[in-house]
T-cell receptor, first 115, second 114 residues
Framework: DTGVSQDPRHKITKRGQNVTFRCDPI?????LYWYRQTLGQGPEFLTY????????KSRLLSDRFSAERPKGSFSTLEIQRTEQGDSAMYLC?????????????FGPGTRLLVL | AQSVTQPDIHITVSEGASLELRCNYS??????LFWYVQSPGQGLQLLLK??????LVQGIKGFEAEFKRSQSSFNLRKPSVHWSDAAEYFC????????????FGRGTSLIVHP
């Protein structure tokens, strides 16, 4: 068990550019979540996958955001035409859904700064 | 929908003193409850969780939390704080029915004085 990994750890971009983040979950976990965390706040849910299916998206996830989990393993989160308000920590978490309570395990996050 | 309130933005304690971080939740049924810790620039690490059963839950690093249904609370405690406990602490509540997506509180920043 190597834990949840995220790449890159830090990203600086100019407003209007596109960025893509990657998350590799714990290998046997079937659920994968994306969160956004701004300074002084807790993580806010963006979207989640069960295997390769994207089951729910938050209203926070504007049309500029898209997430994929093509083979039910790693996931990518893309932000198009970045805005300064997109600056935040993007956290990925994974869990094993067994039909009852489940525990999310978080990656180290990708910190995005939009100039 | 569920919600979480962590009423204390900052807590300052002396090393060796006891600690209690407050968490109140709102949810219509029995919730799933979690405490996570986050060090600067890092992801969240699970300290402990409550799903059912014994309302006093033991976690890692000497932490414990007690689920009190009558008070809708899940406060985190530690009898003796170490300087390395300085971090941000997040309480989260998950729905026990329907789609499982936990809601996080805004966090409590713990400052430890030597």
């Amino acid at each position: 068990d190597t834990g949840v990994s995220q790449d890159p750890r830090h990203k600086i971009t100019k407003r209007g550019q596109n960025v893509t983040f990657r998350c590799d979950p714990i290998s046997e976990h079937n659920r994968l979540y994306w969160y956004r965390q701004t300074l002084g706040q807790g993580p806010e849910f963006l979207t989640y996958f069960q295997n390769e299916a994207q089951l729910e998206k938050s209203r926070l996830l504007s049309d500029r955001f898209s997430a994929e989990r093509p083979k039910g393993s790693f996931s990518t989160l893309e932000i198009q035409r970045t805005e300064q308000g997109d600056s935040a920590m993007y956290l990925c978490a994974s869990s094993l859904s067994r039909g009852g309570g489940e525990t999310q395990y978080f990656g180290p996050g990708t910190r995005l700064l939009v100039l | 929908a569920q919600s979480v309130t962590q009423p204390d933005i900052h807590i300052t304690v002396s090393e060796g003193a006891s600690l209690e971080l407050r968490c109140n939740y709102s949810y219509g049924a029995t919730p799933y409850l979690f405490w996570y810790v986050q060090s600067p620039g890092q992801g969240l690490q699970l300290l402990l969780k409550y799903f059912s059963g014994d309302t006093l839950v033991q976690g890692i690093k000497g932490f414990e939390a007690e689920f009190k249904r009558s008070q809708s609370s899940f406060n985190l405690r530690k009898p003796s704080v170490h300087w390395s406990d300085a971090a941000e602490y997040f309480c989260a509540v998950g729905a026990s029915g329907g789609s499982y997506i936990p809601t996080f509180g805004r966090g409590t920043s713990l400052i430890v004085h030597p």
